[in-house]
């Protein structure tokens, strides 16, 4: 696979769009416990009141030892988990919604017009362009074409299936899918862990252009990325609750 092109030049940083409301994701006292049916229904509270801000514009960093809850953090603000306590608000131009007892229907269309999750997993229909699939976004094709690329995807790859695309080249696809959409909330896990380090830059370079427009990001990094302008704060989630670490 050829290296990714020269990267274009970074806009300079905007203040956040004066229209969104502000923190953009408000989460106050999150709980979220796990019972083990098979141990007898043993409860364990992974987390135990966690209070976080995320400002639109701005990208916070959760850190923090394996298995602290991170990604339950994630899967909670995204509905994935149900929360079993506490509130997550998510603002947006159009109003409020408390995701943490929003109704399904609710949140499919929160997912699509305001809050995207992009994690380590791709999952997709089979027998789709990774073009399409980035395309149905929204994008059109050439546009698809133009982020797969400037993200670092093979162009030979672009017309097909992502079924059997590398780790990394998988990521890609995952990456421009969420890009695809502007939403003005992201939630990333761990994204880049599969990338090589030119892919990686290229990604956390389009992030922070996304931050520059206004975008809200809340992302677990396992290593701290260096690219500058990106990171504005990082929260380390310890015994179920989340520390300002810088
Ligand atoms: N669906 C689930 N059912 C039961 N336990 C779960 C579930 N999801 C997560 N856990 C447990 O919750 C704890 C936190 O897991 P989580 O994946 O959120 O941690 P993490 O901080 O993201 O970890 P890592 O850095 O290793 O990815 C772990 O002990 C995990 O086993």
């Given at each position: 696979?050829?290296?990714?092109?020269?990267?274009?030049?970074?806009?300079?940083?905007?203040?956040?769009?004066?229209?969104?409301?502000?923190?953009?994701?408000?989460?106050r006292?999150?709980?979220?416990?796990?019972?083990?049916?098979?141990?007898?229904?043993?409860?364990?509270?992974?987390?135990?009141?966690?209070?976080?801000?995320?400002?639109?514009?701005?990208?916070?960093?959760?850190?923090?030892?394996?298995?602290?809850?991170?990604?339950?953090?994630?899967?909670?603000?995204?509905?994935?988990?149900?929360?079993?306590?506490?509130?997550?608000?998510?603002?947006?131009?159009?109003?409020?919604?408390?995701?943490?007892?929003?109704?399904?229907?609710?949140?499919?269309?929160?997912?699509?017009?305001?809050?995207?999750?992009?994690?380590?997993?791709?999952?997709?229909?089979?027998?789709?362009?990774?073009?399409?699939?980035?395309?149905?976004?929204?994008?059109?094709?050439?546009a698809?074409?133009?982020?797969?690329?400037?993200?670092?995807?093979?162009?030979?790859?672009?017309?097909?299936?992502?079924?059997?695309?590398?780790?990394?080249?998988?990521?890609?696809?995952?990456?421009?899918?969420?890009?695809?959409?502007?939403r003005?909330?992201?939630?990333?896990?761990?994204?880049?862990?599969?990338?090589?380090?030119?892919?990686?830059?290229?990604?956390l370079?389009?992030?922070?252009?996304?931050?520059?427009?206004?975008?809200?990001?809340?992302?677990?990094?396992?290593?701290?990325?260096?690219?500058?302008?990106?990171?504005?704060?990082?929260?380390?989630?310890?015994?179920?609750?989340?520390?300002?670490?810088?």
């Amino acid at each position: 696979m050829s290296s990714p092109a020269q990267p274009s030049p970074m806009p300079s940083p905007r203040a956040p769009s004066p229209t969104l409301p502000s923190p953009t994701l408000r989460i106050r006292g999150l709980t979220k416990r796990f019972t083990n049916h098979l141990r007898g229904g043993v409860t364990r509270a992974v987390l135990r009141g966690v209070d976080l801000d995320v400002e639109p514009g701005q990208c916070v960093a959760l850190t923090g030892a394996s298995g602290s809850g991170k990604s339950s953090l994630l899967r909670c603000v995204y509905g994935t988990y149900t929360a079993d306590a506490g509130s997550i608000h998510l603002r947006t131009a159009a109003g409020t919604v408390d995701l943490a007892t929003a109704p399904d229907r609710e949140l499919i269309r929160v997912r699509r017009d305001h809050l995207g999750m992009v994690t380590q997993f791709l999952s997709v229909p089979p027998r789709v362009s990774a073009r399409d699939l980035v395309a149905e976004r929204g994008l059109g094709p050439e546009a698809a074409a133009e982020l797969l690329a400037r993200l670092g995807l093979d162009p030979a790859l672009h017309g097909l299936a992502p079924a059997t695309f590398s780790g990394g080249e998988r990521q890609l696809v995952n990456i421009a899918i969420a890009l695809a959409r502007p939403r003005p909330v992201l939630l990333l896990d761990e994204i880049t862990a599969s990338l090589d380090r030119h892919r990686r830059a290229t990604v956390l370079r389009a992030l922070a252009e996304r931050k520059a427009d206004g975008t809200a990001l809340l992302a677990i990094f396992h290593e701290m990325p260096d690219q500058p302008g990106l990171i504005d704060r990082i929260c380390r989630l310890d015994d179920g609750r989340v520390l300002e670490a810088a």
